[in-house]
């Protein structure tokens, strides 16, 4: 009944954050990053004659909006409702730039400033950040970290779906936690440099708060999970995804979106890695090769599999 | 002799390096060892990293051992081994800048390495301050050992040279570069390990 009530209040919750961005129509209708040096803008209507853009174009990025970046060109389309501005610098596809139009007149609506933020669409980047946290940089098999409990709760099936769900629990609530306290606590305070002690010490605070708030509220659930929790503390990419996180300034959203990304993509591995260990306890596996030796080269195979994603882009 | 048995330098490092050596043996931390290893040089300079960390806070745990609680004893190291952490973070930042780039992940990453903690609980926690700095010494020169045979492996056989130095004038076999890789030499160096020491006993049991 509460899961119930707990589901649809996430549905609505993130119904609402997808609205958001739906916003009155402005003179820009659209905007991308076309390439390494263009972004294209679509207009609500032609544009009048008349308009030069030296002095008219300013874009910069969303981060840092005291730093124009140089505009070395604008061309219009020939129906005049579209136009493309060359940068001298590179922007990325994954970036959000401003732009700022002055004295546009666009179909008769003339305007003295008209700004547009030119970004991917909420989904599609969160989208992006999870299938590339849990296939294209999967955290086992192409970033090769949290190895430890990876061997070590990778032996049977069943231990490695419950240390998977528990990692994914401790994991999402704690970059939420991370986030809200380096945005509205640390940066503040300019205390960048605790990162780490601030971050293992939420992580450890989290995990003993789990495991009280379990034992009381839900003992089938804590008997089932207990053994996971305490070994979580020492996991690196519980530590490592708040410091992705935080290096490339995320929003509460997108550090969502990578915390289940890394969940789900540790637990794939883990999932798999105990398919295959289960098998290979009946296989004939030479003597000096039983046990850690052999699961190593099977994670080899796994990781060469994996790396088949690396061209992969979002 | 005192109750409790005195350690010799000596004999901590030859601990450290083959009896229980971090990751061929104990196979403890070994995130580090796959992804940090494809020259000698990275395994080296995370090794000297590591190294750093150990022994400080085995030296500061075990001059705080009688002050620590024994229930909130976790959190206590887990808070002395981030903050030995951070100095070494800020002390490769600002002196080898361009190396700090490529691993700067793995440097903040060793407040979770399993073998820093599972040696403060173990030793230092237990032991005076001079046993506790000879077993950093020793388990951190045999992580550093470790990293650092994976790296010999890899490079040579990757890249035909030696921190840098070219050893053969051609690549005798790429695969052993790509990241993956990282994987198979240590499955095959800790076989050969378990190989050699069965090896070893049998011979002093026939003797």
């Not at chain 1, 007149?105 to 003295?112: E, F, L, M, N, T």
């Not at chain 2, 196979?27 to 290893?37: D, G, H, K, R």
């Amino acid at each position: 009944m509460t899961r119930r009530a707990l589901s649809a209040a996430l549905l609505a919750l993130l119904l609402a954050c997808l609205a958001l961005p739906a916003r009155a129509a402005g003179l820009v209708r659209a905007g991308a990053v076309a390439d390494e040096h263009h972004i294209t803008l679509e207009l609500a209507g032609p544009l009048a004659a008349g308009w030069d853009w030296p002095g008219n174009v300013a874009v910069t990025e969303r981060e840092s909006p005291d730093i124009p970046l140089a505009v070395t060109g604008v061309e219009v389309s020939p129906d005049r409702t579209e136009l493309t501005l060359a940068l001298a610098e590179p922007v990325a596809e994954q970036g959000a730039y401003r732009v700022a139009l002055r004295q546009v007149d666009v179909g008769g609506v003339r305007s003295d400033v008209e700004r547009f933020l030119v970004r991917k669409g909420v989904l599609a980047t969160l989208l992006s950040i999870v299938i590339s946290a849990a296939l294209i940089q999967n955290f086992v098999f192409s970033r090769y970290l949290g190895l430890c409990i990876f061997f070590g709760a990778s032996g049977r099936k069943e231990t490695a779906i419950g240390m998977g769900f528990s990692f994914g629990l401790v994991m999402t609530l704690s970059a939420a936690f991370v986030w809200a306290m380096y945005n509205f606590v640390l940066r503040p305070l300019h205390l960048e440099f605790l990162q780490v002690l601030t971050f293992v010490g939420i992580i450890a605070i989290f995990v003993q708060l789990l495991d009280t708030v379990l034992r009381k509220v839900n003992p089938f659930l804590f008997k089932k999970l207990g053994v996971y929790l305490v070994l979580i503390t020492t996991n690196c990419i519980i530590l490592a995804v708040p410091l992705i996180l935080v290096g490339n300034a995320y929003n509460l959203w997108e550090s969502l979106a990578l915390a289940i990304g890394s969940a789900v993509g540790f637990a794939l591995a883990l999932f798999l890695m105990a398919c295959v260990r289960e098998r290979l306890e009946l296989a004939d596996v030479p003597e000096v090769f039983r046990g850690l030796p052999i699961a190593f080269l099977a994670a080899g195979l796994f990781a060469l599999a994996f790396l088949g994603f690396s061209g992969m882009s979002f | 002799m005192s109750t409790e048995r005195s350690y010799t330098l000596l004999e901590r490092l030859g601990n450290g390096l083959v009896k229980e050596n971090p990751i061929f043996k104990l196979a403890l931390s070994m995130c580090p060892a796959v992804a940090m290893t494809n020259t000698v040089r990275n395994g080296f300079l995370l090794g000297l990293a590591v190294l750093f960390v150990q022994v400080a806070s085995n030296v500061t745990v075990s001059i705080l051992r009688r002050g620590i609680h024994e229930r909130i004893r976790i959190p206590a190291y887990i808070i002395i081994i981030a903050t030995w952490v951070s100095v070494s973070d800020m002390g490769l930042a600002a002196y080898a800048p361009g190396f700090y780039k490529e691993i700067a992940l793995y440097v903040k990453l060793i407040v979770v390495f399993a073998i820093i903690i599972s040696r403060l609980e173990v030793f230092a926690s237990r032991n005076p301050v001079l046993p506790s700095l000879y077993d950093g010494l020793g388990m951190g020169l045999g992580f550093m050992f470790g990293l650092m045979l994976v790296g010999c492996f890899r490079e040579f056989l990757g890249a035909g040279t030696l921190w840098g130095f070219e050893i053969l004038p051609f690549k005798p076999f790429f695969f052993w570069s790509l990241p993956p890789a990282g994987f198979f030499a240590i499955g095959l160096i800790m076989a050969l390990f378990i190989w050699l020491e069965r090896k070893f006993n049998a011979w002093r049991t026939k003797r």
